[in-house]
């Protein structure tokens, strides 16, 4: 930056004539500079000629907050990652070209590659070597996200220490590079076709020697709640300038959330470390910023949220809200997400209500005609992009999916690739989506597949984000732009997705999550007159009431509801293989699965012996940690449905398992000896309960397979493929599988 006078300040000014002040050296920054021959450097405070100190300059700025933690007992510790560029021109080449066409010193991306160093490895030893004889503590060096871009970090310190090496550091890189005939720029975004260039700040609070942030306490979850409350009002001092705003773009790794999570870099807020390490990193200054009152700026609003108590609806990890780019929710409402295997927290979400609703869908229709006009060659590109992104965050997904709902790990990485599945598979039909003409008397009637508008999404919690891109993906291909809304108890890979889409490059708008009740949210989407499409999946009584609301105002409605699906035996099936997998069909994901078949039928003549076959494979069903290997099934969604499951259990069991013991949600794999009227062989569990009845021959296992209201899917064991079809033909079923348990293929 060039240092010419800024007018309008009070202290120093034409005006006033610029005045000199007092400079008060703090001889503890008293230093020797290696690379500068025989020079030494002392930072000094600023102060009147009174000798009393100038509060406004950032030195004392900063000072006065440390102060101010001092007396609530704290240490700040402080510690700030650097991203800047190195480029091949001098500083005086760089002028002459007015800053434009510079060459990076590495030509292309080398992200986080030992290569990205090792090409430029003469300069940045220097700096290492130059910054460590200078009492800087160097801990690495490495290449970052764009060509040229590199990254030196030291260790953490006080927050006054950690500003004045940081200051120090930037001084003497650029002085460095002047030497060896290169430049450095730390602007937040030198070329807006560059990655931009951040000052990641991880912060702490220490008392008697030791991080209070340990275990994620109070403390820490009101010192980044006051962090999050206060960043919009504090923004000058991370993003100091004109330039620092061009960096915070989707899918650069600026953050452009108010969102905090672990081990999410497109969050604003990071929580990193564990025990004595845990600390909170802000991810949204830049590399240009002041050190002294950014650091400042973020002690002062933690010390805030401390101070006045600021609980967890004041720092999300995830925003209820997701429109675009996403904004947190200040509905005063809150909701934890639980573990169902441990029972404990592992997100606090502000709740959405009927306004943020609104806000969403107001985001969608104003997204609409955009995306609607994109090429369908781009926007099939675009939906790749998702399906890939899926991939490559696909355990990261799967963890949290499993966290989220309890199912085990395997189960959820079999459908996060299913999500990517239906990404790529709905990517290949945008331009494939065929109008028809028909030759009339006089003329030719054409027929155009247009998008709808806005459509509302609104998915269970037993299968939440494979079940959301059912929806997603066709919604999506055909141009139109969604409100999803997710399950309450499962709202987190959903709200992951829309990360991940803006990270594709779907503008914002054009995928909006917000979470919230059904009797709210969802019920704002149905009756909403901008929302032109229900997508719904959920239990038939609440299908009914989304029919009847979506009616009002004449919308189109998909419903896919409940289930209860019939396990059909014949005698002459493979008993061995019929046995072995029926357990899969309707324990796996606890039985939380409309297409779980949970009604056994079996042919009489052939009871005993696969009953037997039966309970010894349900015996061998492992039920456990739903992050563990080898596990089969973990526990139930929730502890009021674990009571509505057992409520439902009636008649003579057969078999039940054991379920691990401590906290979690469990309830054991369990065999019923019922009849068709029993209430557990006709209402839908919704748990790993299994109805087995007995049928005499063909006719009456086709009529107990009907008498029930449902007809979603089932199966059919037979070595007869006339008996196959004829009974598949004769069964009031939508999906059915021959001699397996499949429903579900992409």
């Known amino acids: 930056m060039e240092m010419e ?32 021959e025989a020079t030494a450097m002392v930072l000094c405070d600023v102060g009147w000629h009174d000798g009393k100190p100038v509060r406004p300059s950032p030195r004392q700025v900063l000072r006065g907050q440390v102060e101010r933690a001092r007396k609530l007992g704290f240490e700040p510790m402080f510690g700030s990652e650097l991203e800047f560029y190195l480029l091949k021109e001098t500083y005086a080449e760089a002028f002459e070209r007015r800053y434009r066409d510079l060459t990076p010193s590495v030509p292309y991306n080398l992200d986080y590659h030992v290569l990205a160093t090792t090409y430029s490895e003469p300069f940045i030893r220097a700096v290492r070597k130059g910054m460590k004889a200078a009492g800087i503590a160097i801990e690495s060096s490495k290449g970052e996200a764009w060509p040229g871009q590199q990254e030196i970090n030291f260790r953490f310190s006080d927050a006054l220490t950690m500003a004045d090496n940081h200051v120090v550091y930037k001084n003497g890189i650029k002085e460095m590079a002047h030497q060896q005939g290169c430049s450095v720029t730390f602007m937040a975004k030198p070329d807006h076709t560059w990655i931009g260039s951040s000052c990641h700040i991880h912060s702490s609070l220490w008392k008697e020697g030791r991080n209070t942030f340990d275990g994620e306490s109070e403390t820490f979850r009101q010192y980044l709640a006051g962090q999050i409350a206060c960043m919009s009002e504090l923004a000058i001092f991370v993003a100091p300038n004109i330039n620092s705003y061009k960096r915070y773009a989707a899918g650069t790794w600026a953050p452009t959330t108010l969102a905090w999570g672990h081990d999410n870099r497109t969050c604003g807020f990071r929580i990193v470390g564990h025990g004595q390490h845990l600390r909170a990193e802000t991810r949204i200054p830049g590399a240009d910023v002041n050190p002294y009152l950014a650091f400042a700026a973020l002690l002062a609003a933690g010390l805030h949220g401390i101070e006045n108590k600021l609980d967890r609806a004041g720092a999300v990890r995830q925003s209820g809200d997701r429109v675009g780019a996403a904004t947190p929710v200040r509905t005063g409402m809150t909701l934890d997400v639980i573990n169902p295997a441990t029972e404990k927290a592992i997100a606090h979400l502000d709740r959405a209500g009927a306004a943020e609703t609104d806000r969403a869908v107001a985001a969608a229709k104003a997204a609409f005609p955009a995306w609607r006009a994109v090429k369908p060659a781009d926007r099939a590109r675009l939906l790749r992009r998702v399906a890939s992104l899926v991939e490559q965050h696909g355990e990261e997904l799967a963890r949290l999916e499993t966290a989220n709902a309890g199912k085990p790990l395997g189960d959820s990485r079999w459908e996060m690739g299913m999500v990517a599945d239906v990404f790529h598979f709905y990517a290949g039909a945008i331009d494939k989506h065929y109008g028809e003409t028909i030759p009339v008397a006089g003329g030719v009637d054409m027929t155009f597949r247009e998008a709808l508008g806005v459509v509302g999404l609104i998915v269970p919690w037993n299968f939440p984000l494979m079940l959301a891109s059912w929806k997603l993906g ?25 990360e991940i889409a803006l990270e594709a490059g779907l503008p914002e708008g054009v995928v909006n999550v917000v979470v919230g009740p059904g009797s709210t949210v969802g019920e704002r989407l149905i009756a909403h007159p901008d929302v032109a499409k229900i997508g719904f999946t959920g ?27 019939a396990n059909v035996i014949f005698a002459d099936a493979d008993l061995e293989k019929a046995a072995s997998s029926a357990p899969g069909s309707v324990f796996g994901n606890a039985g939380q699965d409309c297409c779980a078949r949970s009604r056994i039928l079996v042919q009489k003549s052939v009871y005993e012996r696969f009953t037997q076959l039966l309970t010894d494979a349900t015996s061998r069903f492992k039920v456990g940690d739903p992050e563990a290997e080898g596990t089969d099934m973990g526990p139930l969604i929730s502890a009021s449905h674990r009571k509505l499951v057992a409520s439902i259990v009636d008649g003579k069991t ?40 007995p049928f005499e021959d063909e006719a009456d ?46």
């Open 654 to 693: 057969m078999f039940k398992g054991t379920v691990p013991s401590g906290p979690g949600f469990w309830f054991p794999c369990t065999l019923i000896e019922a009849s068709s009227s029993d209430r557990v062989a006709r209402e839908e569990v919704f748990g790993p309960v299994a109805a087995i009845i």
């Open 5 to 36: 006078p800024v007018p309008g300040y009070e202290m120093a000014s034409w005006e006033r004539g610029y005045g000199d002040f007092d400079m008060q050296p703090d001889f503890a920054t008293l230093r020797r500079v290696p690379w500068l």
């Open 539 to 565: 239990s038939t009584e609440v299908g009914q009431r989304v029919m009847e609301g979506a009616a009002k105002t004449i919308k189109r409605v998909t419903l896919e509801l409940g289930g209860k699906s």
């Open 701 to 746: 296992g086709i009529r107990i397979a009907n008498d029930t209201p449902y007809g979603l899917s089932g199966s059919i064991w037979t070595r007869d493929a006339a008996r196959a079809m004829r009974v598949a033909r004769a069964i009031d079923t939508g999906v059915l599988a021959l001699n397996s348990n499949t429903s579900v293929r992409v």
């Open 474 to 498: 066709p919604a999506l291909a055909c141009g139109n732009t969604v409100v999803l809304k997710p399950a309450e108890l499962t709202p987190l890979t959903a709200l992951r997705f829309a």
